[in-house]
């Protein structure tokens, strides 16, 4: 796994509003956050099948177990726009 990435996993739901069930999540590491989320748009290299929405502010470690298939990468562009928003979010990174 490489940071990019996409891969699908299995969220367990944790009683609250988070995201869960099977969703498309970002390999990310601890590299701004504006007034937006950053937009993916499906494209061959991502093999998304909808635009995507990364709620970087819901940021966790997933066991590995729950990880279940690559899906595709981000561009090399989006994961720059991703790396600006973890960045802000988490400044001591």
Do not use: C, W
Not at 61 to 86: C, T
């Amino acid at each position: 796994m490489d940071v990019g990435d996409i891969y699908s996993v299995e969220i367990p739901h944790s009683g609250g509003h988070e995201q869960a069930g099977t969703r498309p999540a970002v390999i990310v590491q601890a590299p701004q956050f504006q007034n937006q989320l950053p937009t993916i748009h499906p494209d061959s290299l991502n093999g998304l099948a909808l635009t995507s929405v990364a709620l970087v502010f819901q940021l966790r470690a997933i066991d590995k177990r729950k990880i279940k298939k690559r899906i595709g990468r981000l561009s090399e562009s989006h994961l720059a726009q991703l790396r600006e928003f973890v960045k802000a979010l988490l400044p001591f990174a």
